[in-house]
């Protein structure tokens, strides 16, 4: 029977190689292709390895139910770290995810057991051993739609597990139901009791429930965040409203004045014109021409509703004395909604004074935003620059990450955006410079 070994040692490399595809589905739409190649090698490595330190170990300690068991259990460490290092998520998903796919794992084991008791009950145990790996396998394999649309759809969006009320507490609560009931299958017996069995199989039900209250939880606080930003957007946009019809006014105002202003320099203009003052027309057109003011309101694109927006803006940082430079080239016609681009510029151009102010409060004399919102093609980009010297923690997606409560619209407001419109976007710290760069397709031509 010794013969034997070597096939357990490769059908228990097999199956941990299995659950550990499950847990790959899970993470599978985050990665690309280069990843997932570096995953497939890694893991396949680490399998072949595994075979032959648990032959060595078998042979050794010779081949028993508490050998087997203690393979089992501890098989998954090392794939585990594989994932941490090539799969760069928060740590809390890989907990989640671990503890999912073991809770299913124990199914899977208890199911075994049952058919092996049943059909295979008067084997050599070294025989029955072989069978029992093999049967975990076959289920596996036979359940595997289930398992791939149970694992495919797991996680909810990072935001939910980076929490620090629940977060970790929702990521570490299957794991921990999990090692619970592995506690309990220690021993040197691999066919419990029908009163053991039986009683794991609630398991499922638990799997289902911690499955469905995550899911829950995670709508709801979806919900929560949605609404959030919704009304953080609705207070912005009813200031920029008060800030646009104040402009208004004020355009108004200089308008009534600079008519009245150039009546009267007509006037004072006809008379030098008969007294032929020629010196004294040139001084007096100088004159005028200082006087005439700057329009509140400019005109960077054919939209009145972004051009509002940029507008806002570029009174404040006049009014905080900081240096604002936008460059806006837009088509007349173009399919991205203009409230939603008037919203994200808003935003970001937000953050992006903010940052200025705090830098201004340091001493930074020259702070300066630096705006460009560009069309190529099907192509638009917006390109935002300006000065932060303090290093800004960034999240998975490699955006900014809110360190206060109430702060972080603009990035939640940047990733609605790049959902709706199915865009990217990278930021870069460097040199006291931070740099943020989003590009989108629209999908009539630019």
């Known amino acids: 029977m010794n013969e034997l070994i070597f096939p357990i040692c490769i059908s228990i490399a097999v199956l941990q190689i299995a659950h550990t595809y499950l847990r ?27 075979c032959f330190v648990y032959y060595d170990i078998l042979n050794d300690l010779i081949l028993s139910t508490a050998t087997y068991k203690t393979l089992l259990m501890m098989g998954w460490l090392p794939y585990f770290l594989i994932f941490l290092m090539l799969i760069h998520r928060h740590i809390s998903l890989h907990i989640f995810v671990l503890g999912m796919s073991g809770i299913w794992s124990f199914f899977l084991y208890s199911l075994s057991s049952i058919i092996l008791i049943f059909f295979f009950n008067d084997l050599h145990y070294i025989l029955t051993t072989l069978l029992f790996t093999l049967m975990n396998i076959l289920l596996f394999v036979l359940l595997l739609p289930i398992e791939r649309r149970i694992f495919s759809n797991l996680l909810p969006q990072d935001e939910f597990f980076r929490d620090k009320n629940i977060g970790l507490y929702i990521a570490s609560l299957p794991l921990t139901i999990f090692f619970a009931h592995i506690i309990v299958t220690t021993g040197n017996t691999l066919l419990s009791t029908w009163e ?16 469905h209250y995550v899911q829950i939880a995670a709508k709801q606080y979806k919900d929560k965040k949605i609404l959030l930003v919704d009304n953080q957007q609705l207070s912005h946009e009813m200031v920029s409203l008060v800030e646009h019809r104040l402009m208004l006014q004020k355009n108004q105002t200089m308008i009534k004045k600079f008519r009245q202003s150039f009546l009267g320099g007509y006037d004072r203009l006809l008379e030098l014109i008969e007294d032929k003052k020629d010196e004294e027309i040139r001084k007096f057109l100088s004159r005028q021409e200082q006087k005439l003011p700057s329009a509140a309101i400019f005109s960077y694109s054919d939209s009145p509703i972004i051009n509002t927006a940029v507008s806002i803006y570029n009174s404040r940082t006049q009014k905080l004395d900081i240096k604002f430079s936008p460059k806006i080239n837009l088509p007349a016609k173009f399919s991205t909604d203009e409230n939603d681009l008037s919203i994200l510029l808003s935003n970001l151009l937000e953050n992006a004074l903010q940052a200025c102010i705090k830098e201004k409060e340091k001493g930074q004399k020259e702070a300066g935003i630096t705006l460009k919102v560009q069309h190529n093609g099907q192509q638009c980009v917006i390109a935002i620059t300006n000065p932060c010297s303090t290093p800004i923690d960034l999240d998975g997606e490699g955006l900014p990450r809110a360190t206060r409560q109430g702060h972080g619209i603009g990035m939640v407001s940047l990733k609605m955006f790049m959902e ?3 865009g990217y976007a990278t930021f870069t710290q460097q040199n006291n410079l931070v740099s943020l760069f989003v590009y989108w397709r629209d999908h009539k031509l630019c």
């Open 24 to 50: 790959f589905l899970s993470f599978k739409r985050e990665m690309d292709t280069e990843s997932i190649h570096r995953l497939y090698w890694c893991v396949a490595l680490c399998g072949v390895c595994s």
């Open 196 to 211: 053991e069995r039986l009683s794991r199989f609630y398991l499922p039900l638990v799997f289902l429930c911690c499955y």
């Open 420 to 422: 709706k419109y199915q």
